[in-house]
Every structure is written in C-alpha cells, then in structure tokens.
C-alpha cells in the first residue's frame, strides 16, 4: 500500500533499502551504516531525524549514532540542526559520491607518502624496495585517474542535470 501523498509502497522502500544495503555490505561497509545510508537516500527529502530512521530500520538510537557517526567521517552524510530543536536531521547530499571519493583521494595521497619513505628505507634496488615502489607507482596512475574521472563527471553532470 502506498504511502498516502507519496506514491510509495513502504513494502518496496524496505525491500530496496535492505538490497542495496546488503551490496553495500558486499563492498565492505559495515551493515548499519549501510542500511541507514540506504534509507537516507532512499528517502524523498534525502533527510531524516534519528527517530525516523531508527523507526524505519526498527534500530536503536545507538545503533543509528554509531552508523551517523561513521558516514559522517566518511564524508557521505552531514548532521543539521532543525531550526529551533535540538533535534539533528542527517542528510545525504547529491554529491556524496565525489564527497566520499574524494575523501579517499586524502588517503591515498598518504600511502604515496608512506610508500615513498618505504621505498628510500629500502632501498629501490631490493626487491620489498621494488614491490612498494610498484605500488607507489599504481597509486599515484590512480591517483591522477581519479582527478581526471571526477573532471569528466562534473561535465557529464552538467549535461544531464544543468548543474555544475
């Protein structure tokens, strides 16, 4: 039955929240922070309170923090405050994806770094010295990938939703 206003089989909405969460958790999410990554985008206004999804997950509050917690500092959700609450609403952006992204991109230009230290300990002509210097090699060709592959999608963005 759809929600009234909506159009939406609740039904549906948690069958494809728990599926996509459950190739989420495929990928190495862990399950919570999946599940409520997947109501959040799941949902019309891409925002909701503690209370909403801890009601459509049938979760605790501390189960909802702790998974907030960990989209927060993965750059996937942002916690707003509801004017004149206390109350926090989680919120995933339309571009949580280049968030995400590029939020690895940090990461990786740190195992460069520590490669590289790796690779002047070693020694370049040893063979651990190789190894590392081979995989400092592959992350900086992804490295320089991800910069172009994001140029490209904000133009093909731009095609298809006239927003840059």
């Not at 009234?4 to 948690?14: C, H, I, K």
């Not at 459950?22 to 999410?29: R, S, Y």
């Not at 049938?58 to 750059?75: I, K, T």
């Amino acid at each position: 039955m759809a929600e009234p206003g909506t159009g939406r089989d609740p039904e549906a909405v948690s069958k494809f929240v728990e599926s996509f969460a459950a190739q989420l958790v495929e990928a190495g999410m862990q399950r919570m922070p999946a599940r409520v990554f997947a109501a959040l985008l799941s949902s019309d206004s891409g925002s909701l309170t503690s209370a909403e999804l801890g009601d459509q997950l049938q979760v605790s509050p501390a189960a909802v923090s702790g998974a907030v917690r960990y989209l927060a500092q993965q750059h996937m959700v942002s916690r707003e405050r509801e004017p004149g609450s206390r109350r926090e609403r989680y919120r995933v952006h339309s571009n949580q994806w280049y968030e995400a992204l590029t939020n690895r991109d940090a990461v990786i230009k740190r195992w460069e770094i520590a490669l590289r230290e790796g690779v002047d300990s070693l020694g370049a002509a040893t063979p651990a010295g190789r190894r590392l210097a081979e995989t400092l090699a592959f992350f900086e060709f992804i490295d320089g990938e991800i910069t172009r592959m994001m140029q490209r999608w904000w133009a093909h963005r731009e095609k298809l939703y006239g927003e840059g």
